[in-house]
Each structure stands twice: as structure tokens, then as C-alpha cells.
């Protein structure tokens, strides 16, 4: 082929493994890189992404101003699946106390959700000595799905600290989708909660960071 004044060359993308490899065993060495620009609105259109989300952390001292609208994306969602069986204003008041206690300690935050200016859910968690603990984690049904997961997760992984090793979190028996999500996150189930109506998952943070960046 050279001899007739031609050069053979292979193109592959290099997120296609196993093109490359083929290019390699055949002989093709790399000469070249293609780069390609587009729009950041192009290429956030063809991956999914839903770019007026807003995520930001809680003001704790304004956590009463969130609180009803937090517990009722909370209610909407578990009250199918795992129902308390008391009036809805209880359960409000013990989940708004124990949640205010948490917040008194430093380690604990809120995340606030927003669509523009709605609020479509929050994410409660710690982080302890090198361990990620994924509290609550709670998005109106109408968002779960649309990408609303993996834009909190950039935004955590981003504004996390490098010490952690391990994750972990809690799901209810009855909540199959929260099971499901959390062993596709890399987590274990180990245990379960002091009341045996939950699940306790523990997995490494590397996978955690493996998944997001997989995508």
C-alpha cells in the first residue's frame, strides 16, 4: 500500500475500548487527535442535563422557613411505601425536631434542589472522621429520573472533602427503588437499622466517584 502512495489509518474514538485495541493489534499506532467544540448548551442538551437546577447548601438558621415545604416532598414520597400510621402534623413535628437537633451539630447539612426558583427536593448527610453518610435524600416524583441525581452528585463530589473512604446510608425495607439505587451506587447491605425497618449499606467511596465519572 505504501508503495503505491497510500497510507492506510484507522479512526476510533477513545472511549471505544475495544475499536482501540483492534486498531493496535492490526498494527496502527496513534498519529493524530480529532477534537471536536460545540456549544456548552449543545452539549448539555444531548447528555440530559437539566442546567437551571440549582443546588445549594441550607442556612442552618433558616431551616424552619424550608422545613414544611422539605417534609412535604418527604410525605409525598414515603407515605405510599413506608406509611407511620400517625396524623400527618405528628409526624411533621417529630421529623422537623429531630432534624433541627441534627442540624445543631457542625458536621450535619442540608442541600436545597431547586428547578429555578421551585424547590424539588434536599439531601441530608454528615461527613465523620473518612465516612460519607447519606441521611435522606428526597426529590418530587416528577424530577426523579431526569437527571436531578447525577447533577447532585457532581455537586457533591465537587465540594466534598479528599479524606473520605467509605459511604453509607439507610433505605427502607419497603423503598425497592432507594435498594436498587444505592447497590447500583457500589453499597453493601451490612445490617439494618436499631428498629430492623431498615437496611444498612456500606460501600468505598472510590466506587462512589467511579460511577459518577463512568457516565
Same mark, same amino acid.
Not at 64 to 67: K, M, N, R, V
Not at 80 to 83: Q, R
Not at 122 to 127: G, K, L, R, T, V
Given at each position: 500500500t505504501l508503495k503505491l502512495g497510500k497510507v492506510p489509518f484507522y479512526c476510533a474514538a477513545w472511549s471505544n475500548i475495544r475499536s482501540v485495541r483492534n486498531a493496535i493489534k492490526c498494527g496502527f499506532r496513534p498519529a493524530w487527535v480529532e477534537l471536536t467544540a460545540r456549544e456548552s448548551e449543545f452539549v448539555d442538551e444531548i447528555n440530559g442535563m437539566n442546567t437551571d437546577f440549582c443546588l445549594s447548601y441550607l442556612i442552618k438558621s433558616e431551616f424552619?422557613? *424550608?422545613?414544611e415545604a422539605l417534609f412535604e416532598i418527604l410525605s409525598c414520597n414515603m407515605e405510599?411505601?413506608?406509611?407511620t400510621g400517625n396524623s400527618k402534623d405528628e409526624d411533621y413535628r417529630c421529623w422537623s425536631e429531630a432534624v433541627s437537633e441534627g442540624l445543631s451539630r457542625d458536621e450535619r447539612q442540608i442541600i436545597l434542589i431547586k428547578d429555578k426558583n421551585e424547590l424539588i427536593g434536599?439531601?441530608?448527610?454528615?461527613?465523620r472522621d473518612n465516612t460519607f453518610m447519606m441521611e435522606e435524600i428526597q426529590i418530587k416524583p416528577d424530577y426523579q429520573g431526569k437527571n436531578t441525581f447525577r447533577s447532585l *452528585?457532581?455537586?457533591l463530589l465537587a465540594n466534598l472533602g479528599?479524606?473520605?473512604e467509605y459511604v453509607e446510608a439507610y433505605a427502607n425495607k419497603k423503598n425497592e427503588r432507594s435498594i436498587g439505587i444505592l447497590g447500583h451506587l457500589g453499597l453493601s447491605v451490612i445490617g439494618t437499622n436499631k428498629n430492623g425497618n431498615s437496611y444498612h449499606f456500606k460501600g468505598k467511596y472510590s466506587d462512589l466517584v467511579g460511577w459518577f465519572n463512568s457516565k
Open positions: 424552619f422557613q *424550608y422545613s405510599k411505601i413506608a406509611p434536599f439531601f441530608h448527610f454528615y461527613i *452528585y457532581g455537586f479528599k479524606d473520605i
